[in-house]
């Protein structure tokens, strides 16, 4: 389960993560948009050996994740 601790956490291993948002549906998917500082920032961060430990529990609480960037997202 994510935590208050788990996710304070992932704000100080990730401080190019600035926010996010998961939507839930049925059976249990969901989708989640989350918003870094920049593009090359986010590739760094992904590659931390320090997060690499928050990495793997994430994938045990919601699964393996596929990526899609949105380099130019339309924010109405």
């Given amino acids: 389960m994510e935590t208050p601790e788990l996710l304070d956490r992932l704000r100080r291993l990730r401080p190019d993560l600035i926010d996010g948002y998961r939507v839930w549906f049925p059976h249990g998917t969901y989708v989640e948009a989350a ?3 920049s593009e090359a920032e986010a590739r760094e961060g992904e590659q931390s050996e320090d997060f690499d ?12 994740p ?3 960037d949105l380099r130019e997202p339309l924010l109405d």
Avoid: H, K, M
């Fill in 53 to 64: 430990v928050e990495q793997q529990r994430y994938a045990e609480l919601f699964g393996e």
């Fill in 66 to 68: 596929t990526f899609l």
């Fill in 35 to 37: 918003y870094f500082t």
